[in-house]
């Protein structure tokens, strides 16, 4: 069943008579609530282009946990980007231009698709109870670490077809929260509050939504609640947050601090970051060296050269050879990911045609994800990447 909310007479006909058979098309919020109270399977909810965005994002943000298979789409007559963001935090799965329609038709399929999955009805994406966690390092600061891992959290959950839970454990100087443009209400110090009783309930409470498939786990807003977190605590807070996802990306650091050891211990995948600079390539054999002492396998490890191709008079080569390890995945360098930072929306989301995001999305599904890509799976961001390209 798929509800069509659209207060344009015009708009709402010409909609319907598009989008075939089975579209119930209403201009009244509470006849939306109606219809889903019915609990049909599968259910869509499409806010068309003459909505108020704010009437649409309330719902989208009511729903995600009242009813988290309920896919919700927003149209619109124009896309830009500051709406996409905050749709997307809100649980909007995909905001579609409403004068494509076979955009907005790919856009119901696939949103049909990810509320199969999440209602059980298809293959489960993944059928271990356990999220694998994926923690970036560098040992040296700077290297993009916090980008590329908000990038590669966005990139896995693929607009909500897998759960990723983002950990920011950089305790004193975490911004994945800023980068998100997320309001730090709840962080992990609330965790070192419970100590004795933190289980998965208590820290499901702490996370912060941010898109479909992804929530986050922010770092304290005071720099001197990290003396709080110790290494037992956050051994216990990612063994929790291992039960609520499929994928748990883990922010860091750039030194081996007693919650980075506590994520090294857990980690099925540690991406290790460099940028082609001398301090940052020595960093980083140590910091392969510290792997080595604490017997972490060297086969789970991906190496990442960001900024690969700045001219800085060190090639690939010269990366492979001084870490004596093949790089996994060569992100560019670009201009694009400061902007995109600094509108506080993430580069594979505004821009999914870009370079760097195709080599995150490469990252994220050719070398960390363990299950096949969704048949579409680059239809939000590629869309979204269109409109904030315009
Ligand atoms: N591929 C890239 N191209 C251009 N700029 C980049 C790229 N990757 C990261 N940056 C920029 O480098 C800066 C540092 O990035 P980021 O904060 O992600 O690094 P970090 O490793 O998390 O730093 P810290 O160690 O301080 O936590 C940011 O301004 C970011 O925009
Ligand atoms: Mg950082």
């Given amino acids: 069943m798929t509800i069509l909310f659209e207060p344009h007479r015009q708009w709402s006909a010409h909609l319907a008579s598009q989008l075939g058979t089975g579209v119930l098309t209403t201009s009244r919020i509470e006849d939306v609530e109606r219809l889903l109270a019915d609990q049909h399977p599968e259910p869509l909810v499409l806010f068309g282009p003459t909505t108020d965005p704010g009437l649409a994002l309330d719902f989208a943000s009511r729903q995600r946990l009242a009813r988290p298979a309920l896919g919700v789409l927003l149209l619109r ?5 500051e709406t996409m963001g905050q ?9 579609v231009d409403a004068r494509d329609i076979p955009a907005v038709q790919a856009a119901c399929a696939r949103s049909l698709e990810v509320s199969r999955h999440l209602l059980g009805a298809g293959t489960p994406v993944q059928a271990a109870a356990e999220a694998r966690v994926v923690t970036v390092f560098s040992a040296k600061g700077g290297c993009g670490k916090s980008t590329l891992a908000t990038n590669l959290a966005v990139a896995l959950a ?3 077809r897998r759960r990723v839970c983002l950990v920011d454990l950089d305790l004193a100087f975490g911004d994945v929260g800023i980068m998100l443009q997320l309001v730090p209400e709840r962080s992990i110090a609330d965790a070192a509050n419970a100590r004795d009783r933190v289980d998965p309930t208590l820290v499901r409470a702490l996370l912060t939504s941010y898109a479909p498939g992804v929530d986050v786990l922010l770092a304290p807003v005071g720099p001197t609640d990290a003396e709080r977190i110790g290494r037992d605590l956050v051994a216990r807070i990612l063994a ?6 499929d994928y748990v990306v883990v922010d860091t650091p750039p ?3 007693e919650a980075v ?3 090294l211990d857990v980690s099925d995948v540690q991406v290790l970051l460099a940028t082609p600079d001398v301090p940052a390539l020595k960093n980083l054999r140590v910091a392969m060296d510290m792997l080595d002492l604490l017997e972490l396998p060297t086969q789970t490890r991906l190496v990442v050269l960001n900024r690969s191709d700045a001219r800085v008079g060190l090639t690939g080569a010269d ?3 001084v870490l004596q390890t093949p790089i996994a995945v060569h992100v560019p360098s670009s201009r694009d ?3 995109s930072i600094n509108r506080g929306v993430p580069i594979v989301v505004e821009k999914p045609g870009h370079p760097v995001s195709r080599a995150v999305r490469e990252l994220a599904l050719e070398r960390i994800a363990d299950d096949p890509p969704a048949r579409s799976g680059r239809g939000l961001r590629e869309r979204i990447g269109r409109a904030g390209s315009r």
């Fill in 319 to 321: 990366v492979e050879r």
């Fill in 255 to 257: 030194a081996f601090t």
């Fill in 158 to 160: 693929e607009g909500g």
């Fill in 77 to 81: 007559e124009r896309l830009d980007v």
């Fill in 87 to 95: 749709a997307l935090r809100a649980g909007v799965r995909d905001v």
């Fill in 337 to 339: 990911v400061p902007a």
């Fill in 240 to 245: 929790a947050v291992r039960t609520l996802a």
């Fill in 261 to 263: 050891l506590a994520a």
